[in-house]
């Protein structure tokens, strides 16, 4: 995997440059490098980091399509899954669809932000981003959805803890320690077998907890070492039309099993939040599910993005906002609950199910876009150049 100096020392020249020195231009590789890491601001606190080098911004550099539309993609799914849960008991075609999504929507998110993590050094830039990107949007909803659990659901005695995460703000929280141990995993010899091996042991111990929703950090690990892992030309790979054209079969054979799985299967595997123990099955089967669905959900994700357009179209610029859209569609999805939007008749029928979908894949959208990211960037971006100390350096070199 790249270091920061190297990607550095592979950027194509500018013209200027070119026209100074005999040199040939950068190689494709370190091109996509650079462009990809500027392109990857979706997944703010996490993603915003790769797109800063420990000398500042890097002017000139255009957003990668491919990456902007697959967040975006990825997370209308992850809207529509929540649509769908209520869904289940009454139509098995809505819970094959719904195990589908469930075992690759989350898992492809996870392995873009390991891929924009590669640069991460723990530099004092990219910690001030990985606070303010990461753990403050944490703190912020963390509250929020606490407050809105205790007015909309009926709870007003629901706990503050910053210990606890609920519903959505997990992934904020595994985000930030993920971030956190990259530099651990670009120095193991072997990292994505290691942590293979964290993730199996963790589905097999109960006692592990719900403290920072940790069973759901080490289990789904495994995506985030692997997009930590990944080079451009891994995600060139998959875009091939051969890989389009297996994606198909693939996807229906994987709705095939769900159907079939549907009435078989415990969804609770796909969510990792429990060990085997907990979900009512043998110790042992926890290991085997866990590297069982790691291969699904890789294979699947692989499918999903053999289909990601590499063009730039109209949704293109919404993949700069899909934590937005994430944290804010929590707040209707839960009080679709709350409020028993759900207990309706007709939301029960095929007329009914694609209604909600359509609803949830608009919301979501609509959620993404530009003016929504200027309301709310004073929770989900804030500058805070209050709370963190001058870097000598940086100081220097604006002198």
């Not at 070492?225 to 054979?253: M, N, S, T, W, Y």
């Not at 839960?334 to 029928?349: E, I, L, M, P």
Request: net charge positive; aromatic share 14%.
């Amino acid at each position: 995997m790249s270091e920061p100096r190297q990607l550095a020392s592979q950027r194509t020249p500018l013209p200027a440059q070119r026209a100074a020195v005999a040199a040939p231009p950068a190689d494709t590789k370190g091109s996509k490098s650079a462009t990809d890491t500027k392109g990857a601001t979706g997944i703010r606190g996490a993603e915003a980091a790769s797109a800063t080098g420990a000398a500042g911004k890097k002017p000139g550099k255009a957003r990668d399509a491919f990456f902007d539309n697959a967040k975006y993609l990825a997370i209308v799914l992850v809207a529509m899954g929540h649509a769908w849960e209520p869904l289940r008991g009454d139509s098995r075609a809505a819970s094959a669809l719904y195990i589908t999504v469930y075992t690759f929507h989350m898992p492809a998110f996870i392995v873009i932000s390991g891929y924009f993590s590669r640069s991460f050094d723990a530099s004092p830039n990219r910690l001030k981003r990985l606070i303010t990107g990461v753990a403050v949007p944490y703190v912020v909803f963390e509250v929020a959805y606490t407050f809105f659990k205790r007015t909309a659901g009926g709870d007003p005695d629901y706990p503050i803890s910053l210990l606890d995460p609920w519903y959505l703000t997990w992934f904020l929280i595994a985000l930030f320690v993920w971030r956190l141990s990259t530099p651990i995993w670009k120095v193991v010899r072997w990292p994505l077998p290691l942590a293979l091996a964290i993730a199996v042991l963790a589905s097999v111990s109960p006692d592990i907890g719900d403290d920072l929703d940790l069973q759901r950090v080490l289990q789904f690990l495994p995506f985030f070492v692997l997009g930590l892992c990944l080079k451009p030309e891994h995600f060139q790979l998959v875009r091939r039309k051969e890989a389009r054209i297996l994606a198909v079969p693939v996807f229906a054979a994987a709705l095939l099993f769900a159907y079939w799985a549907a009435p078989r299967m415990n969804a609770a595997w796909f969510y990792r939040r429990d060990s085997a123990q907990e979900l009512g099955a043998p110790g042992w089967s926890g290991a085997v599910m866990t590297l069982a669905m790691f291969g699904c959900s890789v294979i699947l994700a692989a499918c999903f993005f053999a289909w990601v357009p590499g063009r730039k179209l109209w949704f293109t610029a919404l993949g700069a906002g899909t934590l937005y859209g994430y944290l804010l569609h929590g707040f209707v999805a839960k009080g679709s609950r709350f409020w028993d939007w759900y207990d309706v008749h007709w939301v029960h029928t095929p007329a009914g199910e694609i209604t909600v979908t359509v609803a949830a894949m608009s919301l979501i959208t609509v959620l993404c876009t530009p003016p929504v990211q200027r309301m709310f960037r004073f929770a989900m971006e804030p500058e805070m150049e209050w709370a963190f100390r001058k870097d000598a350096a940086e100081v220097a070199r604006r002198r």
